[in-house]
T-cell receptor, first 114, second 116 residues
Framework: EPEVTQTPSHQVTQMGQEVILRCVPI?????FYWYRQILGQKVEFLVS????????KSEIFDDQFSVERPDGSNFTLKIRSTKLEDSAMYFC????????????FGQGTRLTVV | AQSVTQLGSHVSVSEGALVLLRCNYS??????LFWYVQYPNQGLQLLLK??????LVKGINGFEAEFKKSETSFHLTKPSAHMSDAAEYFC??????????????FGRGTSLIVHP
């Protein structure tokens, strides 16, 4: 069964460092998403990506964040200068269509900023 | 803008007992509603969704949910809990076709604990 894969499963980084979280969406999907979940809080939408550009983003997704699809298979989330409050579980998701469709989620990357 | 409230961060049931996980939403347009489950060390998996049509929707693993517009609720139920149902459950809402955003908004999640 096709699945969304994320690497690494856990990353520890020092405050101020850049991190790149990687995702391989399901191959025929067209829409890609990043969500995050701070421990004990709700899953929050960060950004959606379609046709090689951002289609929607939340207020969380500020200039410190960027996404790209560098090679047609990977979908990455970069945090330029990490802060302690960026510590969270980051989920990548993809979907084949837009409205009312099922989004398939990866297992998440736990980012710990120290 | 949509929002989701899941009542109870933890729900504990005995094996074989009824499972009821509560979800209330707010949306300015007719919503699409989802329940996702997350097993330990795995990603979010869709249990069921409501888009249009029948308000009682059946999902995987014996779960079902009923869309009640008058109560703005989409509670998840299962008649008989199994040990393997222990997981984190997330309710989510997105705008339907008449809305501006299809991005699901999630609740905080409810951890289901099943006792032998």
């Amino acid at each position: 069964e096709p699945e969304v894969t994320q690497t690494p499963s856990h990353q520890v980084t020092q405050m101020g460092q850049e991190v790149i979280l990687r995702c391989v969406p399901i191959s025929n999907h067209l829409y890609f998403y990043w969500y995050r979940q701070i421990l004990g809080q709700k899953v929050e939408f960060l950004v959606s990506f379609y046709n090689n550009e951002i289609s929607e983003k939340s207020e969380i997704f500020d200039d410190q964040f960027s996404v790209e699809r560098p090679d047609g298979s990977n979908f990455t989330l970069k945090i330029r200068s990490t802060k302690l409050e960026d510590s969270a579980m980051y989920f990548c998701a993809s979907s084949a269509e837009r409205m009312g469709t099922e989004a398939f989620f990866g297992q998440g990357t736990r980012l710990t900023v120290v | 803008a949509q929002s989701v409230t899941q009542l109870g961060s933890h729900v504990s049931v005995s094996e074989g007992a009824l499972v009821l996980l509560r979800c209330n939403y707010s949306s300015s347009v007719p919503p699409y509603l989802f329940w996702y489950v997350q097993y330990p060390n795995q990603g979010l998996q869709l249990l069921l969704k409501y888009t249009t049509g029948a308000t009682l929707v059946k999902g995987i693993n014996g779960f079902e949910a009923e869309f009640k517009k008058s109560e703005t609720s989409f509670h998840l139920t299962k008649p008989s809990a199994h040990m393997s149902d222990a997981a984190e459950y997330f309710c989510a809402v997105s705008d339907g076709p008449s809305g501006g955003s299809y991005i699901p908004t999630f609740g905080r999640g409810t951890s289901l604990i099943v006792h032998p």
